[in-house]
């Protein structure tokens, strides 16, 4: 019995099959990287016309600053875009039950001191006062305090979805794939057999 001095051309080595795997692995974080979901809130755009205008930007499941089921009100402080303190919005059903919203430049929700415009109308969220969630859509009110009295026409609460922005590639992700590619077939050629003469 001769003693074998190569293997199979057509049989890849172990590692052969382990540089192959790396290349793949590195391959599907690619694809999933650049292909999969975002995990990004959905952003959306608040745009109040008619006697009195403003505009925000919220998130669609925000956290509130505090609600009252027995009011029937949630509330927000601070939010970008809204110079007064506060926005208020209302249930239609609990509470005052007059749907709408607040905007006050107090940090009391309770209170009409301080409060820029009242506006009765649509309930413009769903889910619960403590937890509400926000969806695009035009909502009607009529404006039942507003500072300056000679303001008391209806208004209307656009709610679109903001643009969502995609995220690119890294630049450094191909050449890092170029590079497990070529370090792959270094070492393969290395551990290749020389021919025999």
Sequence with gaps: MGQRTSENPSRLSRFQHRVLKSLAAAALVAAAFAFGPRAEA??????????????WTMDSNPTPSGSSTGDGYTFFSNVPGVDPLLLVFYSSTLGFSSGGMRISTTPDPTTEVGAI???????????????????????????DFITNAALHGPTTLTVTAAPVATTPIPAAL???????????????????PAPNA
Excluded: C, E, K
């Design 42 to 55: 959905s952003t959306l755009n608040f745009s109040l016309t008619g006697d009195y205008t403003a505009s």
């Design 117 to 143: 415009v009242d506006l009765g109308g649509d309930q413009i969220y769903s889910g619960l006062l403590s937890a509400p969630v926000f969806a695009p859509g035009v909502f009607h009110f009529n404006a």
């Design 174 to 192: 191909p050449l890092f794939i170029s590079a497990l590619a070529g370090m792959g077939y270094v070492g393969w050629r290395r551990r290749r």
